[in-house]
């Protein structure tokens, strides 16, 4: 069975702090995407980005990086430089192969609150 | 150009009465996913459709909770004699190919 798990719950930093969002998955599978959503205030969950499983490079899109480590089982993010409007709950999630191939459902961690002072 | 369109965004039922939840996906997109978040959890799946079928009805409890995607129309969710514990934020997300999936604003449903 897939599991994803994301040790920290809260998380508090001051604006300007780089702060590191872990995410452990599990899974059988050989192919499989991980993702990552924002869930702010508001409550509508944001995609912020998808890697597969053959793809092991570093993603870095603005304040934004990702890393991924199959040997750890691991894909965190890395907020750079971090500001208020980053004050959100974020989803580290896993999919895994389903009918006719297609990646269906998501399996999600419980996510970290993010609450960033200033 | 429209994303996952969810309605309504918050419903408010007593124990006992139906509540039926509408997801319009993306225009194009045949693949349905339902997903519940109870309050400080993170989203668990319930259920995944195409057009007119169900794939896989793991996440969905046996009672009580059915989903369909008809032809035409949207997708519902409708859950008959809610209990308090029903009460969730339930997130739709529509797919072109079952891959990657665009979620709608939620809708927050509260069992008095």
């Known amino acids: 069975a897939q599991k994803v798990t994301q040790a920290q719950t809260e998380i508090s930093v001051v604006e300007k702090e780089d702060v590191t969002l872990d995410c452990v998955y599990e899974?059988?599978?050989?192919?499989?995407?991980l993702f990552w959503y924002k869930q702010p205030p508001s409550g509508e969950l944001v995609f912020l980005i998808r890697?597969?499983?053959?793809?092991?490079q570093n993603e870095i899109s603005g304040r934004y990086s990702w890393n991924f480590q199959k040997s750890t089982s691991s894909f965190n993010f890395t907020i750079t430089a971090s500001q208020v409007v980053d004050s959100a709950v974020y989803f580290c999630?896993?999919?895994?192969?389903?009918?006719?191939?297609?990646?269906?459902?998501?399996?999600f961690g419980k996510g970290i609150t993010l609450s960033v002072r200033p | 150009n429209a994303g996952v369109m969810q309605n309504p965004r918050h419903l408010v039922r007593r124990r006992g009465q139906e509540a039926r939840l509408r997801c319009s996906p993306v225009?194009?997109?045949?693949?349905v996913y339902w997903y519940r978040q109870l309050p400080e959890e993170g989203l668990k799946f319930m259920v995944y459709?195409?057009?007119?079928?169900?794939?896989?009805e793991s996440g969905m409890p046996k009672e009580r909770f059915s989903a369909e995607f008809p032809k035409e129309g949207p997708s519902i969710l409708r859950i008959q004699q809610v209990v308090r514990g029903d009460s969730a934020a339930y997130f739709c997300?529509?797919?072109?190919?079952?891959?990657?999936?665009?979620f709608g604003p939620g809708t927050r449903l509260t069992v008095l």
């Open positions: 459709l195409q057009k007119e079928n169900i794939i896989d």
């Open positions: 899974t059988r599978d050989t192919t499989y995407y």
């Open positions: 997300a529509s797919s072109p190919t079952g891959d990657e999936q665009f």
């Open positions: 890697r597969n499983s053959f793809d092991e």
């Open positions: 999630a896993l999919s895994e192969p389903g009918v006719a191939g297609a990646n269906s459902k998501l399996t």
């Open positions: 225009k194009g997109h045949s693949h």
